[in-house]
C-alpha cells in the first residue's frame, strides 16, 4: 500500500507511473517527490535503511550504486559515507526524478545520476563494491534479472543490500472485514511482484550471491497526511477492477477517516531486507 523509491519505467508511485511524472510537468513531479519525502522521513523507513548501511560496511573510496535512486536522499547520504575519494551512482529511469536529484545533490562530490532501469544497468561488469535497492523490486516482472544485474556489476566481494515490501503483511485498519479481505486481495492483484520482501534471500542465492543469515525488518505505517490520497487512488483502481463498489471505497474512505480523526487509523505494510556477497 505504500509508494517505491525507484524503479522500472512502470514502477507507479500515488496513481502515477514514473515514466508518466516526467511527461506530466512539474506539478506531477513535486507530488512525487513529496510522496517519496514523506515516506523516506518514517521511522520504519529509517531504520530498515540504518540496518542495510550498516551490514553493507561502505568505506572511504568505494564506488557504490543506488538502483531507483529517486529524489536522490540515498545517493546524498551514500557519498558521505565513501568520502570525497568515493563515488556514487544513481540510477534512475525517470528523467525529472534525476534533474531534481541533481538540484538537490548540489555540488557533492563523487555523485552521478544516469538514466536506466533496474533489469540493464548501464554499467560495466565488476565495476562497483556496493549496491543498494530500495522498494524496486516490488514493480517488476523479472525481479530475478534485476539482481543478476546487481550481482554483474559487483567486483569480487562486493556487497548488495535489497529491501523491498511485501504486501502479503498488509494491515487496513478500520475496514469491514469482508470488504477490507477482498480490497487487500485486489492489492495484491495490482502490483507485479507483491511478496517481493520474502524472495530477497532467494534472488540473491539465484544471483550466485552468498546471503548473510540475518534479515532486517520494519513496518512502515502510512501516516495519516497520506491516507486520503493513498486510499482513494487505490480505491479507484479497485472500482476499476470490479474488486470493490465504488459506494464501498466510499464508505471505507469515511471509516478510516474518522478513525483518523483520534489517531485510531492504522495502515501499514511489512518491509524486509536481505544482504548478498559475491564470492571472492
Known amino acids: 500500500m505504500t509508494a517505491a523509491t525507484g524503479g522500472s519505467e512502470e514502477t507507479r508511485l500515488g496513481g502515477f ?62 557519498a558521505e559515507t565513501v568520502g570525497p575519494t568515493g563515488s556514487v551512482i544513481g540510477v534512475e529511469p525517470n528523467s525529472a526524478m534525476r534533474d531534481l536529484a541533481r538540484t538537490r545533490a548540489g555540488d557533492a562530490p563523487g555523485i552521478d545520476f544516469v538514466d536506466g532501469g533496474a533489469e540493464a544497468l548501464p554499467v560495466v561488469d565488476g565495476s562497483v563494491d556496493a ?34 515490501s511485501d504486501f502479503g503483511t498488509s494491515i487496513l485498519h478500520p475496514a469491514d472485514r469482508e470488504v477490507g479481505e477482498r480490497y487487500e486481495r485486489g492489492m495484491l492483484a495490482l502490483w507485479p511482484n507483491p511478496y517481493s520482501g520474502r524472495r530477497l534471500r532467494s534472488l540473491l542465492r539465484e544471483a550466485g550471491l552468498d546471503v548473510e543469515p540475518d534479515v532486517g525488518s520494519s513496518a512502515l ?8 490520497g493513498l486510499l482513494a487512488t487505490q480505491g479507484a483502481a479497485l472500482v476499476e477492477a470490479g474488486v470493490v463498489t465504488a459506494d464501498e471505497v ?25 544482504i548478498g556477497r559475491r564470492p571472492e
Open 17 to 78: 507511473r514514473r515514466s508518466e511524472i516526467g511527461i506530466g510537468g512539474d506539478e506531477q513531479t513535486a507530488r512525487l517527490a513529496w510522496l517519496l519525502d514523506v515516506q523516506g522521513r518514517q521511522p520504519g523507513v529509517t531504520r530498515l535503511r540504518d540496518w542495510a548501511f550498516d551490514r553493507l560496511d561502505l568505506r572511504a573510496g568505494e564506488t557504490v550504486l543506488d538502483v531507483g535512486s529517486g529524489t536522490g536522499a540515498v545517493v546524498v547520504r551514500l
Open 221 to 228: 505505517v502510512v501516516p495519516e497526511e497520506m491516507l486520503p
Open 131 to 164: 549496491v543498494i535497492c530500495e522498494r524496486v523490486l516490488q514493480h517488476l516482472e523479472d525481479p530475478a534479472a534485476a539482481v543478476a544485474e546487481m550481482a554483474r556489476v559487483l567486483r569480487p566481494g562486493g556487497r548488495v543490500a535489497l529491501l523491498d
Open 250 to 274: 466510499s464508505a471505507l474512505n469515511r471509516e478510516v477517516e474518522a478513525a483518523s480523526g483520534h489517531g485510531d487509523a492504522f495502515v501499514s505494510v511489512t518491509m524486509f531486507a536481505a
